[in-house]
């Protein structure tokens, strides 16, 4: 069956997504979260299309624009990675489908900033682009809520081929986050270590999810489904600063197959992995409300997370709402199409970079 996608391309920090604004079949739904549902059973060979390859590569995401459930959203967003993971929320991601709209026209820009509300699966996201002669400069995000609760901190896994259990926590902040301090593990956070960063970071987030299992209090959303090793964490006067690394799976882990220990890493500093920081240094109390937390990528990137709300409830469970800081940029509008002759209708996997 032939396809055509109008997308438009970005990089966020380092990061790209790759947003389409039209040629999608309809998507029912009278939620975003029954609209995701839908798509991963019904539409994941798009995902496919866009990110497997000859059409995409491993670092790829998808970025659906669909309608708003909720009458003050201006959109709704399905976002969509590797591995059929469908997060419910994604800075990196919300930062990019921000600037693509505001600068295709597709949201007015407005000088000196453009104000408006996104819809995602995990619900309505504010948003703030400052602009200037035609370009976003920036994109301010209030997040939903991020959290962690007491029996989620301080774990020991057991991790197949690490000698010792691994320290770990898990918190939500748009996805369910392992959290490990790299230096435990005496892993260094910088380019050329990615594969062995890969290899053990996709370990211990696939033991972490087997040995302690979570899902979020207010919907089905089952965790952890991601893992960021920080280091370098330092105070300062405005709150802190800290270097991280997120790792993200693009193959099924098998325990006996070596080969399926692969993953891949955010160039971005990562949108709701900061948020995730912040809600576990916070539960530390290393920082307060008010507090901005520095967050830098693998390649250098920053991000600003700050905490701006502490004490809410979320189905019982006590959590924060922050904003984070970042700035994407259009790397190519596109038309992305599958002829029905084409023998890779849904694309392909080859192990060399997979």
């Known amino acids: 069956m032939s396809l055509s996608l109008q997308t438009i391309d970005l990089h966020c920090g380092g990061e790209p997504a790759r947003i389409v604004t039209a040629g999608l079949p309809p998507i029912p739904g009278p ?3 029954s609209k995701r549902t839908y798509f991963m059973s019904n539409l994941d060979y798009i995902r496919k299309i866009l990110l497997l390859e000859p059409r995409g590569y491993p670092c790829q995401n998808a970025d659906f624009i669909v309608d708003s459930c909720s009458t003050d959203c201006v959109y709704g967003v399905i976002v969509a990675e590797q591995n059929k993971v469908y997060p419910s929320m994604s800075g990196h991601n919300c930062i990019c489908v921000a600037t693509a709209l505001v600068e295709s026209g597709m949201v007015e820009m407005e000088y000196p900033f453009t104000t408006f ?36 901190t301080s774990l020991l896994i057991t991790v197949p081929s690490l000698p010792l259990p691994v320290p770990c926590s898990v918190a ?7 959290i490990v301090n790299a230096s435990e593990l005496n892993i260094i956070l910088k380019p050329e270590n990615g594969r062995i960063i890969t290899q053990i970071g996709e370990r211990i987030k696939v033991a972490c ?23 370098d964490f330092i105070k300062t006067n405005e709150g802190c600063t800290v270097s991280n690394t997120v790792v993200m799976s693009n193959n099924k882990l098998e325990w006996g197959r070596p080969e399926t220990h692969t993953a891949m890493l955010d160039r971005s500093p990562c949108g709701t992995g900061t948020c995730a920081l912040l809600a576990y240094f916070h539960g530390k109390g290393e ?11 693998i390649v250098g990137s920053e991000f600003i997370g700050e905490i701006v709300e502490e004490g809410v409830d979320i189905d019982g469970v006590e959590g924060i709402r922050a904003t984070i800081k970042g700035r994407a940029w259009i790397t190519q509008y596109c038309r992305v199409v599958r002829d029905e002759s084409d023998p890779f209708q849904e694309g392909f996997k080859v192990g060399d970079i997979w």
């Open 31 to 33: 939620t975003m979260l």
């Open 117 to 152: 509300k996104l819809d995602f699966p995990a619900g309505p996201v504010d948003i703030k682009c400052e602009c200037e002669n035609g370009k976003v400069l920036s994109v301010t995000l209030t997040n939903v809520p991020s959290f962690i609760r007491p029996a989620d």
């Open 172 to 178: 939500f902040g748009g996805m369910f986050y392992c």
């Open 209 to 231: 999810k087997e040995q302690h299992p979570v899902n979020h209090p207010s919907f089905d959303y089952p965790g952890c489904d991601i893992l960021v090793f920080y280091s």
């Open 287 to 297: 920082i307060k409300v008010g507090g901005k937390l520095r967050n830098r990528s």
